[in-house]
Every structure is written in structure tokens, then in C-alpha cells.
């Protein structure tokens, strides 16, 4: 199963990069709908290999898990994902510059399930895709507008 989003932010793309790798502000506030990062080893970000346990609310319920930094490309690009004998997902946060306060906001998630159960997850997730999507880019439309909020604010 693949999401993705795309949207325009007007700060610079430094500042947007350095926004969305606020890994302290995950750690104490959460991130869009998750709920505050739980740091769950010894790594600490910005490091490859950090981890995070966190939650979101899906079907009514909290759904906790834990997620991974495996790609960090100064102003430019961020890779969280989790890895598990159930399933592979990989969420690509890219940032590209489209003028000096200009950034282009893409967002990628890849999600492999492997096995029944998380088969079955992906499938009820797939099924509310529209509602999924369309609370996505709500979310990622309040972001940039935050985004854009700081930077007028600084």
C-alpha cells in the first residue's frame, strides 16, 4: 500500500527541514496526530538508528508502535519506518527548494505487510483510504501553515 502528498510551503527549505526534524519537540509534543516520541534505545537523534515508541488513533482505538530514523539528508530529505516480522513501512519526507522561501513538501509512505494479520491491517486501512487521505492532508496543511506562522514570527 503506498500514500502520498505533495503540497507548497513559503519559508525557505532550511527552515522547513529544521521544522520537521524538531526530533525534541516530537519527543515532548508529538508529531500531526501521534502522540509524543518515546525515545526506546540509546541512539538519540539526530542519529541514523534512533527509535521512538508513539501512538495514533485508529478505528476508535490507540495504536501504539514504534518508529525508526533510517535516512537523514540535511535540508532535504527524512526517512522514519519500522521494520518487524509483521510488516515494512517506510514514510519519505522530502523538502525541495522552488525559490529562496519556496519549499516543495512531498510525502511518501510505503507499507508492506508480511503477514496475515498485518495483511489484514493494510486491507482495513485500504478501505478507508479516502478518510485516511483526506485527514493526511489535513494535517500536513496545518504543518505548513505552522511552518509558515514561525517563520513570519522569526
Request: charged content about 30%; glycine content about 4%.
Amino acid at each position: 500500500m503506498e500514500l502520498s502528498y505533495t503540497c507548497t510551503i513559503y519559508v525557505p527549505q532550511a527552515f522547513a527541514y529544521a521544522r520537521a526534524t524538531d526530533f525534541a519537540r516530537f519527543e515532548a509534543e508529538g508529531f500531526g496526530n501521534l502522540a509524543p516520541f518515546e525515545p526506546s534505545n540509546k541512539i538519540r537523534a539526530p542519529k541514523i538508528g534512533a527509535r521512538w515508541k508513539t501512538s495514533a488513533e485508529f478505528q476508535g482505538r490507540p495504536r501504539r508502535f514504534s518508529l525508526e530514523l533510517f535516512e537523514l539528508t540535511p535540508s532535504e530529505k527524512l526517512v522514519l519506518g519500522n521494520k518487524s516480522e509483521k510488516y515494512d513501512i517506510e514514510a519519505h519526507f522530502d523538502f525541495i527548494e522552488k525559490g529562496p522561501e519556496e519549499t516543495e513538501f512531498c510525502f511518501h509512505l510505503i507499507a508492506k505487510a508480511n503477514s496475515i494479520t498485518a495483511r489484514l491491517i493494510l486491507q482495513t486501512i485500504q478501505l478507508a483510504r479516502a478518510r485516511i487521505e483526506k485527514n493526511m492532508q489535513v494535517d500536513f496543511d496545518a504543518m505548513g501553515e505552522r511552518m509558515e506562522a514561525a517563520y513570519d514570527e522569526a
